[in-house]
């Protein structure tokens, strides 16, 4: 299933504090999830959202799969 990709405001204010290059790249890891599922993904616990944690390099990106709507939600990008 292929996902369209939402930032949401608290999203992207994290990716604009990562360096630009490291941010394209995760960018592009998000881009290329959503549109083949290729990934390293946890499936983090919750009760009725699918809430995925991205793993790209040292960073992490939580994001929530809404299946009805076919959008996936990027909700924050963090430092390991």
Request: hydrophobic letters at 50%.
């Given at each position: 299933?292929?996902?369209?990709?939402?930032?949401?405001?608290s999203g992207?204010a994290?990716?604009h504090?990562?360096?630009w290059?490291?941010?394209?790249?995760?960018?592009?890891?998000?881009?290329?999830?959503?549109?083949t599922?290729?990934?390293?993904?946890?499936r983090?616990?919750?009760?009725?959202?699918?809430?995925?944690?991205?793993?790209i390099?040292?960073?992490r990106?939580?994001a929530a799969?809404?299946?009805?709507?076919?959008v996936m939600?990027?909700?924050?990008?963090?430092?390991v």
């Open positions: 299933m292929s996902w369209e990709v939402e930032w949401t405001p992207i994290s990716l504090r990562i360096h290059l490291d941010a394209g790249r995760i960018d592009a890891a998000v881009q290329r999830f959503a549109a599922g290729e990934g390293a993904v946890h983090v616990p919750a009760d009725h959202a699918v809430i995925v944690r991205l793993r390099g040292r960073y990106v939580l799969l809404d299946p009805w709507d076919g939600r990027i909700w924050w990008v963090y430092r």
